[in-house]
C-alpha cells in the first residue's frame, strides 16, 4: 500500500522524476531488445523471446488469509513493525489479463478496505498495479509496473513520502505454493538502496470455488 500522492514539483521532476525516467525506459527497454534480438534471430518468424504473462496473477486468484507487517515511519531509521491481519478476495477477467482484489485489513490504525486492479499489456508483457482505498474511492493514478521473471515478480514506481519523491518496489515470491510472499520497498536514492516497509506473507483459503467441478 503507497503512501498518498502529492503534487509533485518542478524541483522533483529535474532532480529525481527525470533519473527513474531514464532508469524505466532502460527497463522496457531492456524486454524491447530481447524482442528484436530472438525477431533477427528468427529471420521472418514472427515469434519472440518475451513470454506471454497473462497469467502470471492466476496464482492469487481465490480467498486469502494475510498476516502482514508494517515498518513504522519508513526511510528514517525505524525498526518499530506493526502486526495485523486480514482477508483477500481476488478474480480474475478478461480471460485472465486483468484480475480484481479485494482487501480487507483490521490495522492497529482502523479497518482498512482497498482494491487492487491488475492489468496485462499484450504489447509490452507488462502488468500495471493500481491500488484504491475506500476511504476516498480514487484509484492510483500511477501505478506499479513490471513483470514475472524465474517466478519472482518485479513491480516499480513512484510516490511521495513526507514532501519527498521516492521509488517504489513491489517484489512477489513463493508464487507455485499456497503461501506466497510479498514485500515492498522504497527507495530515496535512486534506487541505489532499498527499505523494505511492508510485508504479506498469504495462506490459500479452501472454499467451494477452489473444487473440482
Known amino acids: 500500500m503507497k503512501a498518498t500522492p502529492e503534487t509533485k514539483t518542478s524541483h522533483y521532476c529535474r532532480n529525481f522524476l527525470f533519473p527513474f525516467v531514464l532508469f524505466f525506459v532502460a527497463y522496457i527497454g531492456a ?22 504473462g497473462q497469467h502470471d496473477f492466476d496464482f492469487a486468484l481465490g480467498t486469502w488469509k494475510a498476516h502482514l507487517k508494517r ?22 477477467v478478461w480471460d485472465g489479463r486483468a484480475t480484481i482484489e479485494e482487501v480487507e485489513l483490521n490495522s492497529p490504525g482502523g479497518h482498512i478496505e482497498g482494491l487492487t486492479l491488475r492489468l496485462y499489456s499484450a504489447q509490452t508483457h507488462r502488468w500495471s498495479i ?17 513483470q514475472f521473471k524465474n517466478g519472482r515478480g518485479e513491480f516499480y514506481g513512484t510516490d511521495t513520502l513526507n514532501g519527498k519523491l521516492i521509488y517504489v518496489r513491489f517484489v512477489w515470491t513463493n508464487t507455485n505454493s499456497n503461501s506466497p510472499h510479498f514485500e515492498q520497498s522504497y527507495s530515496d536514492d535512486g534506487g541505489k538502496t532499498w527499505e523494505v516497509n511492508w510485508i504479506t506473507d498469504q495462506t490459500r483459503i479452501s472454499d467451494a470455488s477452489d473444487k473440482p467441478r
Open 130 to 146: 493500481y491500488w484504491a482505498n475506500s476511504k476516498n474511492g480514487v484509484m492510483d493514478t500511477s501505478p506499479q509496473v513490471g
Open 71 to 92: 515498518l513504522e515511519h519508513p526511510l528514517t531509521g525505524s525498526n518499530t513493525w506493526v502486526e495485523f491481519d486480514g482477508t483477500f478476495v481476488a478474480r480474475k
Open 31 to 52: 524486454g524491447a531488445a530481447q524482442t528484436d534480438s530472438g525477431t533477427a534471430k528468427g529471420g521472418s518468424q514472427t515469434t519472440t523471446s518475451e513470454r506471454d
